[in-house]
């Protein structure tokens, strides 16, 4: 599998594109399959930054490709393939899109992301010291910040088409979806994330918190689909150095949210682009991470 080294934005004659999202482009293969095209797009605070990421996009596909079929005995997922060799034409030929692509069955996306938090970072930390609680979780006080909880918890939040995500409790998420699929999104959510989790920590990688998102095919069942367990649904912390009470030393982009952070900017776009130092030291993070789950290169 060759690659091209980055993609900011894709374009494939006879496709229709459907969406164009912060990462990845959706075309329209036929009536039950679509096309997903992970870009090196970065977004950070909601925006997208004008760097792309080298490999980022090969590392999101492979490596959700992954889990997929990992994970496959606890939830069917929508993906068909993610190997360039079996995809239609003019998609397998073409090496800009080389191991960035992934056919899936295509499904009507359920609209909440599903969030399974096992320490505490992020919008939990900030909510917990805000609150005490999150998402309707109390917690014991003298937690600090990235402290693993006592049992990983379940905490929803809204997809947005654009703009935050907003948390919200479980029984905002149980009235919105009905009890029977809401108790079955979050108990799939919680085995996935156990599997995920006891197998990264055998790796040396520590998934401090993730999201799984959910669809139903045209025969209602529910799958699992979009992205799961990469850098850029997931935290992936280094076990052999944490330490709570601080931010830790991670494989995701919260190392390019810590160099923005540093910098005179609102959040709004349009996002500054990051030094090639900033940017290169990102790619690696996403490549090490796939080599320390995987065992293969990129």
Request: hydrophobic residues 35%; charged residues 25%.
């Amino acid at each position: 599998m060759t690659a091209t080294a980055t993609l900011s934005s894709s374009e494939i004659p006879g496709l229709k594109l459907l969406h164009r999202g912060k990462v990845r482009d959706v075309y329209e293969v036929d009536e039950d399959r679509l096309l997903l095209v992970a870009t090196d797009r970065l977004s950070a605070f909601d925006c997208v930054l004008p760097t792309p990421i080298e490999k980022k996009g090969v590392v999101l596909t492979q490596l959700s490709a992954f889990w997929f079929r990992k994970l496959a005995n606890i939830i069917p997922n929508h993906l068909i393939t993610a190997d360039s060799a079996e995809m239609p034409e003019p998609i397998a030929s073409d090496p800009r899109l080389a191991g960035r692509c992934s056919l899936v069955r295509r499904t009507e996306v359920i609209p909440f992301e599903c969030v399974v938090r096992g320490y505490l970072e992020g919008s939990g930390w900030k909510d917990f010291k805000e609150t005490g609680s999150v998402s309707g979780h109390s917690l014991p006080k003298c937690l600090t910040q990235c402290d693993r909880l006592l049992e990983p918890i379940f905490t929803p939040a809204t997809k947005a088409p654009a703009g935050h995500d907003e948390n919200i409790t479980g029984l905002e998420f149980k009235a919105a979806l009905g009890a029977e699929t809401a108790a079955k999104l979050k108990s799939t959510s919680m085995k996935l994330y156990s599997a995920a989790s006891e197998y990264a920590r055998e790796k040396g990688i520590i998934i401090a918190d993730t999201k799984f998102e959910f669809g139903t095919d045209s025969e209602g069942n529910i799958l699992l689909i979009d992205e799961i367990l990469t850098p850029d649904s997931s935290r992936f912390w280094d076990a052999a150095k944490y330490e709570p009470g601080h931010p830790q030393p991670s494989f995701d982009k919260q190392f390019v949210r810590e160099y923005l952070e540093t910098l005179e900017w609102d959040k709004t776009p349009p996002a500054p682009p990051l030094p090639p130092e900033i940017a290169e030291a990102t790619s690696q993070r996403y490549l090490d991470a796939y080599f320390i789950l995987t065992g293969k290169t990129l």
